[in-house]
C-alpha cells in the first residue's frame, strides 16, 4: 500500500482505509486548508450516519457506555452489523494542548475490531460540551460509512447542550452518587434528553435516583401525546455491560420515531442551516474586521476597556466607520 498523501486522502478515506481517516480527521481538527477542501469534497456524502450524543456530568461513565455500546452494535445477529465510530471530547492538556484523558485508553475492548473506529479530540477552551470542529469531525466520519457515530461529551456538567443541536439522539446519562439525585436534569438538561440513564445500578442510592427521574419525566410529560417523544429511562451497569441492550433498543426506537414523523429531516435541515449561519457569522465578522483595520479595531477595544465608551457605543462607531469606509 502506497503512502497517504494529503492530495488523494479524500479517495483514500472513502475507500475505507484507516490511517487516511485518522490523517485526515487531524487536519479537520485543525482547521487546515487540507482539512477545509476535504470537508467540500466530503459533503455529498454525508447524511447517512446516525448521531448519538452521550452526555452527563462527570463520573457517571460515559465512556465506558460508549465502549459497551459500540461493542453490543457490533455484536448484532445481523449479516453485516453497523460500523461504529466514538468521537470521544476531551479536556484540553495545559501543555500539548491535545485531548487530555485520551478516552481510547478506556475504550481497549473495541480496539481490535476492524468496523469501530475511535477518535479523541481536545476541547480546546469551547464550552457546551463539544469542541469546535466536532460536527465537521462527524461529518468525515459520516462519510467514511460509519452507520453509528457515537458523540461523547467533555463532562462539565450542565452546560452540555450543544450536543443537541448535533446528534439526532442524546443520552444523557446519570449515576448516584453524586451529591445530587437530580442534578443531571437541571439547566435544560432534560430537556436535551431523548434518553435517560442511570449508569452504575448496582451502587447504592440507584433506585432513588431512578425513582427520582422517573418523578421529573411524569411532571414534564403527564401524558402521551402523538407526535412527541417521552424520553425512554433505562437502568445501565456499563461495566458489566448490564442495560446495554435495552438502551440500544431505545436509540432504534428513537430513531424509528424520528423517521416516521418527519423529526429526522428537520433536525438535519437545523442543523445545516445552524452550521451555514456560524460559518456565515465567522466569515463576515473576519470581513469587516479587515475593512475596519485592526488600529481603528483595538483603539476601539482600548476606549471600551478605560470605559471611555459604552459596548453600544462602540460597535456603532465601528459600523460608521466601516460605512464610510464603503461609500
Given amino acids: ?70 461493542m453490543a452494535y457490533r455484536k448484532l445477529d445481523h449479516r453485516e452489523p453497523p460500523r461504529v465510530a466514538v468521537l470521544a471530547v476531551d479536556p484540553t492538556s495545559p501543555f500539548s494542548g ?21 477518535r479523541s479530540m481536545a476541547s480546546r477552551g469551547a ?3 463539544l469542541a469546535r470542529t466536532t460536527a465537521a469531525m462527524a461529518q468525515v466520519l459520516d462519510a467514511a460509512g460509519f452507520e453509528k457515530v457515537l458523540i461523547e461529551t467533555v463532562g462539565a456538567g450542565q452546560s452540555e447542550v450543544e450536543v443537541a443541536r448535533l446528534a439526532h439522539t442524546v443520552i444523557v446519562v446519570d449515576a448516584p452518587g453524586l451529591g ?17 440513564v442511570v449508569n ?46 435495552e438502551i440500544i433498543q431505545a436509540i432504534e426506537a428513537h430513531k424509528d420515531f424520528l423517521v416516521k414523523t418527519g423529526s429526522w ?25 479587515d475593512q475596519v483595520g485592526e488600529e481603528a479595531y483595538q483603539q476601539t477595544l482600548s476606549q471600551l476597556t478605560r470605559r471611555q465608551i459604552s459596548p453600544w457605543q462602540a460597535v456603532k462607531k465601528l459600523l460608521e466607520r466601516d460605512s464610510m469606509i464603503s461609500e
Fill in 98 to 118: 491535545g485531548a487530555l484523558l485520551g478516552d481510547r485508553l478506556r475504550m481497549k475492548d473495541v480496539t481490535g475490531d476492524p468496523g469501530v473506529f475511535i
Fill in 1 to 70: 500500500m502506497r503512502k497517504s498523501t494529503d492530495s488523494d486522502l479524500v479517495e483514500r478515506v472513502l475507500a475505507g482505509e484507516r490511517l487516511a481517516l485518522a490523517r485526515l480527521l487531524t487536519h479537520v481538527e485543525n482547521d487546515t486548508p487540507v482539512g477545509r477542501e476535504a470537508l467540500e469534497r466530503l459533503f455529498p456524502f454525508t447524511g447517512r450516519a446516525h448521531l448519538v450524543g452521550i452526555t452527563g456530568a462527570p463520573g457517571t461513565g460515559k465512556s465506558s457506555l460508549a465502549n459497551r455500546l459500540a
Fill in 265 to 289: 429531516a428537520k433536525r438535519e435541515e437545523a442543523r445545516l442551516w445552524g452550521e451555514f449561519e456560524s460559518l456565515l457569522q465567522a466569515a463576515l465578522l473576519a470581513r469587516w474586521r
Fill in 127 to 129: 464550552v457546551g460540551g
Fill in 180 to 196: 445530587d439525585d437530580i442534578q443531571a436534569i437541571k439547566a435544560g438538561i432534560l430537556e436535551i434528553a431523548d434518553i435517560l
Fill in 200 to 245: 452504575k445500578a448496582d451502587l447504592p442510592g440507584a433506585e432513588n435516583t431512578f425513582r427520582n427521574l422517573r418523578l421529573m419525566l411524569d411532571l414534564t410529560f403527564p401524558e402521551e401525546r402523538e407526535g412527541l417523544w417521552r424520553p425512554s429511562l433505562v437502568r445501565a451497569v456499563a461495566s458489566t455491560g448490564e442495560g446495554i441492550p
